[in-house]
């Protein structure tokens, strides 16, 4: 049975820093990319950055040079260090295993406001 288990958000005043953490388990987590997704109300989910198995990475265009994912594959997770946090970052964050399955953690909610 997979499990991914989302942990770290909060409220943060704009300008903030906050760091998610996602640990995994029933997956072989070293062979998969791992993703962070956020969902805002209204919204559909989105990407917002990725590392490879390979410790390749992409990110969303919107959080370039504020955001930074990576990974500890002896601790099955991956983590999203968010910096220079903006209102339009608060969302519930999610993280994922790259690829056509369904695992889906409870997701973690950000909120930046004042």
């Known amino acids: 049975q997979v499990q991914l288990v989302e942990s770290g958000g909060g409220l943060v005043q704009p300008g903030g820093s906050l760091r998610l953490s996602c640990t995994a388990s029933?997956?072989?987590?070293?062979?998969?990319?791992m993703g962070w997704y956020r969902q805002a109300p209204g919204n559909q989910r989105e990407s917002v950055a990725i590392i490879g198995s390979d410790s390749s990475i992409h990110y969303t265009d919107s959080v370039k040079g504020r955001f930074t994912i990576s990974r500890d594959n002896a601790k099955s997770t991956v983590y999203l260090q968010m910096n220079s946090l903006k209102p339009e970052d608060s969302a519930v964050y999610y993280c994922?295993?790259?690829?056509?399955?369904?695992?889906w953690g409870q997701g973690t909610q950000v909120t930046v406001s004042l």
């Open positions: 994922h295993p790259f690829g056509p399955n369904n695992y």
């Open positions: 029933g997956i072989i987590f070293r062979d998969y990319a």
